[in-house]
């Protein structure tokens, strides 16, 4: 059964790097059939997608993050990274790390998430 | 940027039937997606390519996309369905969400 799982600090201070991993366990991000990407919820505030990439192609992200926001993989632990630079109180967030059904008409849903972990960013 | 608009919140009995709306100009071009959240749990996906139920999934489940409105539809509502919900589309920027409505039951 597959599982996506975060993992990475809670706690990261204004100005800095927020950086979290997603494992993915039960399939292969090497999977042609799939993409993966990230998902956001702020408290209190409903969900914001931050990017989503297809092994073969570049990550492709949010405008409204695609400035501070970067994602990278490494197929050899089956794995997806997150990195977003120069943080603000704005985004303290549960993060989730999500698989993505792409269909040929473009677009696609979401249909495994992880579980989500919360990052607070607060000195 | 690109909208999409739920109620706030949406309240019904135990058996009856929850409808929950998704507004968006452009969603008669798109595919909805529709998912629950509870507290503490991993999303789940309830509803995609509008009206299609994801394995394990339900039947009391079902959606539905006309004109610039989708809709989620929970026949026989339960307790346990008792989360936020929020549905989900794509523009040429990305993915977009719905506001999420809480359905208590």
């Known amino acids: 059964q597959l599982q996506l799982q975060e993992s990475g600090p809670g706690l990261v201070k204004p100005s800095e790097t927020l950086s979290l991993i997603c494992t993915v366990s039960g399939d292969s991000i090497s999977n042609s059939s799939y993409d993966w990407g990230w998902i956001r919820q702020p408290p209190g505030k409903g969900l914001e997608w931050i990017g989503t990439?297809?092994?073969?192609?570049?990550?492709y992200y949010s405008p409204s993050l695609k400035s501070r926001v970067a994602i990278s993989v490494d197929r050899s632990k089956n794995q997806f990274s997150l990195k977003l630079s120069s943080v603000t109180a704005a985004d303290t967030a549960i993060y989730y790390c999500?698989?993505?059904?792409?269909?040929?008409?473009?677009?696609?849903?979401?249909?495994?998430w992880g579980q989500g972990t919360l990052v607070t960013v607060s000195s | 940027s690109y909208e999409l608009t739920q109620p706030p919140s949406v309240s019904v009995s135990p058996g009856q039937t929850a409808s929950i709306t998704c507004s968006g100009d452009k969603l008669r071009d798109t595919y909805v997606s529709w998912f629950q959240l509870r507290p503490g749990q991993a999303p789940v996906l309830v509803i995609y390519q509008d009206a299609k139920r994801p394995s394990g999934i339900p039947a009391r489940f079902s959606g539905s996309n006309s004109g610039n409105t989708a809709t989620l539809t929970i026949t026989g509502t339960q307790g346990t369905d008792e989360a936020d919900y929020y549905c989900q589309t794509w523009d040429i920027s990305g993915a977009v969400f719905g506001g999420g409505t809480k359905l208590a039951v």
């Open positions: 999500v698989r993505l059904v792409e269909l040929v008409r473009g677009g696609g849903y979401f249909d495994y």
């Open positions: 990439f297809h092994y073969t192609r570049s990550p």
